[in-house]
T-cell receptor, first 117, second 113 residues
């Protein structure tokens, strides 16, 4: 149980285009989803927290107009990287916290590798 | 600000050796503590967690961790590692009020067969 999926698993795009990444909780309802960014050989940095039906809360230094987060349902959150640039290339990971799972435990998706040319 | 330190960035062990990975955190209030593992090409998986109670926590795959409040530490241990334990290990703390995780920088473990 408590499986989180991400789509796509990798994406390559041209500079200036927008990319949408989906995060789904497959077998539980996720009241809160988190988006992280992981640089090579570094730790996960929390970008934002999203609760179903409300606006996402962004961490300091994260541009909310660049990283649009939508948590439209209890099983789906999306991260859109708008006008992507090469410096946005990274590994993006989502996690989810559920209503019926241990509420203090996050379950992680497999990540999406974004490469911006 | 909260922070998590993992002192060992790279660890190389032979099979059957004992493992201890250090994790220290700085936070003034009550925290929940976690160890996650990331096998090559896979997503983060929960190894074990501590919320309260017995400070010695047992997790999956023979791992355990001990919470020492006075030292703000939550070290991960395994008596005898296997080649399949080769992975990256992350310590994390969360604020029970916000549920946000703060991750350590990770420790890459390589176990030689």
């Amino acid at each position: 149980g408590a499986v989180v999926s991400q789509h796509p698993s990798w994406v390559i795009c041209k500079s200036g285009t927008s990319v949408k990444i989906e995060c789904r909780s497959l077998d539980f309802q996720a009241t809160t989803m988190f988006w992280y960014r992981q640089f090579p050989k570094q730790s996960l940095m929390l970008m934002a927290t999203s609760n179903e039906g409300s606006k996402a809360t962004y961490e300091q230094g994260v541009e909310k107009d660049k990283f649009l987060i939508n948590h439209a349902s209890l099983t789906l959150s999306t991260l859109t990287v708008t006008s992507a640039h090469p410096e946005d290339s990274s590994f993006y990971i989502c996690s989810a916290r559920g209503t019926y799972t241990s509420t203090d435990t996050q379950y992680f998706g497999p990540g999406t590798r974004l490469t911006v040319l | 600000a909260q922070s998590v330190s993992q002192h060992n960035h790279h660890v190389i062990l032979s099979e059957a050796a004992s493992l201890e990975l250090g994790c220290n955190y700085s936070y003034g209030g009550t925290v929940n503590l976690f160890w996650y593992v990331q096998y090559p090409g896979q997503h983060l998986q929960l190894l074990l967690k501590y919320f309260s109670g017995d400070p010695l926590v047992k997790g999956i795959k023979g791992f355990e961790a001990e919470f020492i409040k006075s030292k703000f530490s939550f070290n991960l241990r395994k008596p005898s590692v296997q080649w399949s334990d080769t992975a990256e290990y992350f310590c994390a703390v969360n604020d029970p009020g916000t549920y946000k995780y703060i991750f350590g920088t990770g420790t890459r473990l390589k176990v030689l067969a």
